[in-house]
Antibody
């Protein structure tokens, strides 16, 4: 059974870069699948951030495209999210999931604050 | 692609049926049969209820069903139960190869 686990700093300073990693266990990031990042600000709805294929192709939300990079590391069976120039509006629980979103990681809260 | 439009809240009594709408455009909901529905209880991870408009993953109750007409998709919950009280989100694939969520609907079981 494939499981996902998000990891990374829980606190990021304004104007800094948010960096998270999603580790895939019980399966391979190189399976024929796309891998997705989704976020949810406290008390608000879900927002699709972007996705990556193990071959490296990516798709990003137009509203975040200028600040987002998603990458994959097959050797570590991980995929990662980088979001730069963060503000308080980027404070959210960040989830990773396969593109079909049929299962999700537990999510990790990232707070943007000085 | 703007967020899909869902009602902010719906309510129903136990045993009743309710329907949650999800309105998009001809560039997302109306173009593709790639609409999904998710249930999220407070403090919990979202759970996939419906994918590809009408399909239920294994283990999801058949009280949940999905449909689509034009640019609007719908989730129907029949035989409403107290445990169904949660937030519900729709999602669709889009013409620019992205996905977009609805704003979410809070279901209250009276």
């Amino acid at each position: 059974q494939v499981q996902l686990q998000e990891s990374g700093p829980g606190l990021v300073k304004p104007s800094g870069t948010l960096s998270l990693t999603c580790t895939v266990s019980g399966g391979s990031v190189s399976s024929d699948n796309w891998w997705t990042w989704v976020r949810q600000p406290p008390g608000k709805g879900l927002e699709w951030i972007g996705e990556i294929h193990h071959g490296g192709s990516t798709n990003y939300s137009p509203s975040l495209k200028s600040r987002v990079t998603i990458s994959v590391d097959k050797s570590k069976n991980q995929f990662s999210l980088n979001l730069n120039s963060v503000t308080a509006a980027d404070t959210a629980v960040y989830y990773c999931a396969p593109s079909g979103m049929d299962f999700w990681g537990q999510g990790t809260l990232v707070t943007v604050s000085s | 692609h703007s967020a899909l439009t869902q009602p902010a809240s719906v309510s129903g009594s136990p045993g009743q049926s309710i329907t949650i709408s999800c309105t998009g455009t001809s560039s997302d909901v109306g173009r593709y049969n790639y609409v999904s529905w998710f249930q999220q209880h407070p403090g919990k991870v979202p759970k996939l209820l419906i994918y590809d408009v009408t399909n239920r993953p294994s283990g999801v109750s058949n009280r949940f069903s999905g449909s689509k007409s034009g640019n609007t998709a719908s989730l129907t919950i029949s035989g409403l139960q107290a445990e169904d009280e949660a937030d519900y989100y729709c999602s669709s694939y889009t013409s620019i190869s992205t996905r977009v969520f609805g704003g979410g609907t809070k279901l209250t079981v009276l």
